[in-house]
């Protein structure tokens, strides 16, 4: 009896704490043939890779995708970047994988971010930092439903 309740215990806390997050890889990142080895930084740190595909944003889409921006003075300079080739987007699964995909990013500046992580490595500039990641449950909800329908969740 109390090993049936210890295991129902078990799946209960594990399906509350398992995530899902959306990783863009970013225009620098594709043309500079980092596909692969940002995939397996999400795969070596834990995360379930369980959507993906590659798209091609239009300047419009670049500027939905990323509205909380729209005053910000860099907003211009992003959404033409965003759509400056196809990117690569991904859903990540994995136990508090919102934080753990942001901890394998590193800081928003290259020039700050911690040795090892993927904008450490492939950075150019606070502009051109190779990804993006969901920063809460609430944004990554919207922007996996910006790019996936339910069907292409795996
Ligand atoms: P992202 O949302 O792409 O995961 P982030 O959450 O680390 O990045 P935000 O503050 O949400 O950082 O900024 C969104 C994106 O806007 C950054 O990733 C970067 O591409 C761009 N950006 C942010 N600050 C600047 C800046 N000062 N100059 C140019 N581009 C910037
Ligand atoms: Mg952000």
Do not use: C
């Not at 995530?19 to 070596?44: C, F, M, R, W």
Request: glycine residues 8%.
């Amino acid at each position: 009896m109390i090993r049936y309740f210890l295991t129902a215990l078990i799946l209960f806390t594990g399906s509350v704490s398992a995530e899902q997050t959306l990783s863009i890889i970013k225009p620098d990142a594709v043309k500079g043939n980092n596909i692969g080895d940002i995939l397996a930084h999400y795969e070596d740190g834990g995360l379930k890779i369980v959507a993906l595909k590659m798209v091609q944003l239009t300047p419009e889409q670049a500027g939905q995708f990323y509205e909380v921006h729209k005053e910000r003075p860099f907003f211009e300079e992003l959404t033409t970047f965003m759509s400056s080739s196809p990117v690569v987007v991904v859903v990540l699964d994995g136990d508090k994988a919102i934080s753990k995909n942001r901890e394998l990013m590193g800081a928003t500046d290259p020039k700050k971010a911690t040795e090892g992580t993927i904008r450490w490595k492939y950075g150019n500039s606070i502009g051109e930092n190779a990804v993006h990641g969901s920063d809460s449950e609430a944004t990554a909800k919207e922007e996996i439903q910006f790019f996936f329908g339910p069907h292409e969740i795996h």
